[in-house]
């Protein structure tokens, strides 16, 4: 069965450090994508960056910067020189076909990150 | 672009009430989705439309939730009876074709419920 863990329920960092979230996941499939999504207090999941299983480059975009290992399952989250604007839920999301033709995202339990100025 | 739009955005009814959520997907997106989250949780799905048809409806409580899509663009989900743990936000959400499982999913700001 899919699995995705965020073990960090809350972090707290003052505005400026870097701030990394985990990610680790279960699957049995070859091919699968993995996503992370900000919610902010408003409440719409924002689609930040999508990384399938066979892509291992790392990715920065920004602030942003993301760290698939596939060794041990992990898609690990960093954002540099955190902002207040940074403050969310951050969600690990693992995708699945079901069915054919039909796909699904697991989620995590959430990071609840707070930037304190 | 405009994203996914949702209706209403908050909503407080007594349990055995009934109510419905609305929700009209991007433009041209052939999956919509329906996702329930709870507090505290991520969210999960409830049911996934390919164009006007159900592809997974595995996770819907039958006996009280339902849902359609009968012109294959917006979408109704209704709770009838509903119950204390119905409270949560629920989520709608499109993506341009699911034959991918990499397809990116965009999500509305939801419906949030308050079930007393």
């Known amino acids: 069965a899919q699995k995705v863990t965020q073990a960090q329920t809350e972090i707290s960092v003052v505005e400026k450090e870097d701030v990394t979230l985990d990610c680790v996941y279960e699957t049995r499939d070859t091919t699968y994508y993995l996503f992370w999504y900000k919610q902010p207090p408003s409440g719409e999941l924002v689609f930040l960056i999508r990384r399938n299983s066979f892509d291992e480059q790392n990715e920065i975009s920004g602030r942003y910067s993301w760290n698939f290992q596939k060794s041990t399952s992990s898609f690990n989250f960093t954002i540099t020189a955190s902002q207040v604007v940074d403050s969310a839920v951050y969600f690990c999301a693992l995708s699945e076909v079901i069915l054919a033709g039909a796909n699904n995202l697991f989620f995590g339990t959430g990071t609840r990150l707070t930037v304190i100025p | 672009e405009a994203g996914v739009a949702q209706s209403p955005r908050y909503k407080i009814i007594e349990k055995r009430q009934s109510v419905a959520f609305w929700c009209n997907p991007i433009?041209?997106?052939?999956?919509l989705y329906w996702y329930q989250q709870i507090l505290g949780q991520g969210p999960k799905l409830l049911i996934q439309f390919q164009n006007n048809g159900v592809v997974d409806d595995s996770q819907l409580p039958k006996d009280r939730f339902s849902a359609e899509r009968l012109k294959g663009v917006d979408s109704t989900l209704k709770i009838q009876p509903a119950k204390l743990e119905d409270s949560a936000v629920y989520l709608c959400a499109s993506s341009l074709r699911d034959s991918n499982s990499g397809n990116t999913i965009y999500f509305g700001e939801g419906s949030w419920l308050t079930v007393v």
């Open positions: 433009s041209g997106h052939a999956t």
